[in-house]
């Protein structure tokens, strides 16, 4: 049990170390389509159906939200020409979401928690981007692989040492 958890938290600061420096605003996904709140879902569909996007911005008047078809749970085709965007996206209210000079690693945290694809980067109370799984996912892999992460590297050689004492014990 002792030696599980020392993995975890060693994940944990690995991954701190990587993201905390990059700022959420090098990463910041700003070219979402925009959609009417008031849209049909089957109207949707057709203009978007054939489109490479999946996660969308749902803004007009007081109304912000992110659409995620990742998330959605199937639609009855009578039910696709009554219900209305706003229906199906998740209000700005009830997201967590960064600011543009916050830290990737705290985009991290608060992405895992959130159970959707994205969180929303908020500028005076507006949406303008969101942070994807994907987006931030591609940077760890490009951090990992190509970026000097010495210090880091030296903390794995010590953990390891560290985790087979525990393991003989």
């Known amino acids: 049990f002792i030696y599980f958890i020392a993995g975890?938290?060693?994940?944990?600061?690995v991954l701190k170390g990587i993201l905390d420096p990059i700022l959420v605003n090098d990463i910041i996904v700003n070219k979402l389509p925009?959609?009417?709140p008031e849209m049909k879902f089957n109207q949707f569909m057709k203009k978007y159906g054939n489109n490479e996007a999946d996660k969308f911005l749902v803004q007009e008047?007081?109304?912000q939200g992110l659409l995620d078809l990742d998330s959605l749970?199937?639609?009855?085709?009578?039910?696709?020409a009554v219900v209305k965007l706003k229906q199906l996206a998740i209000s700005l209210e009830n997201l967590?979401?960064?600011e543009k000079k916050d830290s990737v690693y705290k985009a991290f945290q608060k992405l895992a928690?959130?159970?959707?694809?994205m969180i929303p980067i908020v500028h005076k109370k507006k949406i303008i981007g969101v942070i994807t799984q994907h987006a931030l996912n591609t940077r760890l892999q490009?951090?990992?692989?190509f970026k000097d992460h010495s210090d880091l590297k030296r903390m794995t050689r010590t953990f390891s040492k560290r985790r087979q004492i525990i393991k003989r014990s």
């Not at 975890?8 to 600061?13: E, F, G, I, N």
């Open 61 to 63: 008047g007081k109304f």
């Open 142 to 145: 490009w951090e990992l692989k």
């Open 113 to 117: 928690k959130s159970g959707i694809g």
């Open 73 to 80: 749970q199937p639609l009855p085709k009578n039910m696709q």
């Open 96 to 98: 967590d979401s960064v």
């Open 8 to 13: 975890l938290s060693y994940d944990q600061v």
């Open 34 to 36: 925009k959609l009417s």
